[in-house]
C-alpha cells in the first residue's frame, strides 16, 4: 500500500476526505462532552448531522475536485451549512415533551411490606435527616451557575435552577446557593408528603428512601412524582416496586436520556438502602 503522490492536495482541499473526518468528529464529540461533563446532547440532531456529513463525503467521490482552493473550501462550507440545517430541522421537527412516566410494561410484581410500626408524628430532625441527604444529590444533577443567566425560554435563572427571585445581574455565592436549594427541596418534599399515606411516612420513608422521593418530585415535579406509579407502590406497601418505578422517569421527549438513566439510578440506589 503506497500513498497517493498527491495527498498533499488532497489533505488540502478533498471534500470526500474531509467530510467523513467531520462526521466522526460530530458524533464522537458528545461522547467525549458526556464523559468529561455529564453533559447529554441530543442524539437525534447528532446522528443526523454526522450521518449526512459522512454521506457527503462518499457523494464528494462522484464530483471533481480540480477546482481552486478557494472554491472547494467555499463548497464544503456551503454543504455543512446546507446539512447542519437539514439537521436541526430533523431534530427539532416536534416540540420536546417535558418529564412524563411511560405506561408500565407487564411485570411480575415484587411486594416486600415491611411490618406494621407505631405511627410517630414527624419531627424536625426526620427533615433535616433527609435533607442532609437530598440537597447534596439534588445539586449533583442541577448544575449550579452563581451568576444568573436566562434559560432557553428567556427566564432569569440562578444557582440550581432558581428561577422565582431571579432577575438580571444577580449574584450568590456558593453558601448562599446551597442554602437557596436546602430551602426549595424541603418545598417540594413537604409537597411530595401530602400524597403519602400514614403508613407510609411513619414507617416506610427512611431518610434514604425519602430523598430518592424527593429527588424525584424536584425533577418531575411534585404532582407527577406524587401521582406516580413509584408513590402508589410504596403507599401499597411494594417498597421494592416502588424503588424500580423511579426508573422509569428516563425520557424526555419519547427519547432515553443517559443523564436521567444516572440520575435514577443514583435515587433508586438511595430508594433500595436497607432492603
Not at 472554491?71 to 421537527?93: D, H, K, N, T, Y
Not at 451568576?147 to 455565592?173: E, L, N, P, S
Not at 424541603?186 to 403519602?196: D, P, Q, S, T, V
Request: proline share 5%; aromatic share 10%; glycine share 8%.
Amino acid at each position: 500500500m503506497q500513498i497517493i503522490p498527491e495527498w498533499r492536495r488532497v489533505v488540502s482541499r478533498s471534500l470526500s476526505f474531509w467530510m467523513p473526518i467531520v462526521g466522526l468528529i460530530v458524533m464522537v464529540a458528545p461522547e467525549l462532552r458526556f464523559a468529561l461533563t455529564g453533559i447529554d446532547s441530543d442524539p437525534l440532531l447528532v446522528w443526523w448531522l454526522g450521518f449526512f456529513l459522512i454521506v457527503a463525503g462518499l457523494a464528494g467521490r462522484l464530483v471533481r475536485q480540480d477546482l481552486s482552493g478557494w472554491w472547494e473550501w467555499l463548497r464544503l462550507a456551503a454543504v455543512v451549512i446546507v446539512v447542519s440545517l437539514a439537521a436541526f430541522l430533523l431534530a427539532a421537527s416536534g416540540p420536546v415533551a417535558p418529564l412524563v412516566e411511560p405506561e408500565p410494561a407487564p411485570v411480575k410484581e415484587q411486594s416486600r411490606v415491611l411490618p406494621p410500626e407505631i405511627k410517630v408524628p414527624e419531627t424536625k430532625t426526620a427533615e433535616a435527616s433527609t435533607l442532609e441527604l437530598a440537597v447534596p444529590l439534588i445539586a449533583k444533577w442541577e448544575g449550579k451557575r452563581n451568576h444568573a443567566y436566562q434559560d432557553i425560554v428567556g427566564v432569569w435563572t440562578i444557582c440550581y435552577g432558581h428561577t422565582r427571585t431571579a432577575k438580571k445581574g444577580m449574584f450568590k455565592t456558593d453558601e448562599e446557593c446551597t442554602e437557596l436549594l436546602r430551602e426549595e427541596v424541603a418545598e417540594y418534599r413537604h409537597g411530595l408528603h401530602g400524597y403519602f399515606n400514614a403508613a407510609t411516612k411513619s414507617a416506610r420513608l427512611t431518610p434514604e428512601r425519602d430523598t430518592a422521593y424527593t429527588s424525584l418530585a424536584f425533577n418531575v415535579g411534585i404532582r407527577g412524582a406524587g401521582r406516580s406509579t413509584a408513590t402508589r407502590r410504596l403507599n401499597a406497601g411494594n417498597i421494592v416496586g416502588g424503588c424500580e418505578a423511579l426508573a422509569w422517569w428516563n425520557k424526555a421527549g419519547g427519547r432515553v436520556v443517559r443523564g436521567l438513566v444516572n440520575r435514577r439510578a443514583d435515587e433508586q440506589a438511595f430508594c433500595m438502602v436497607g432492603l
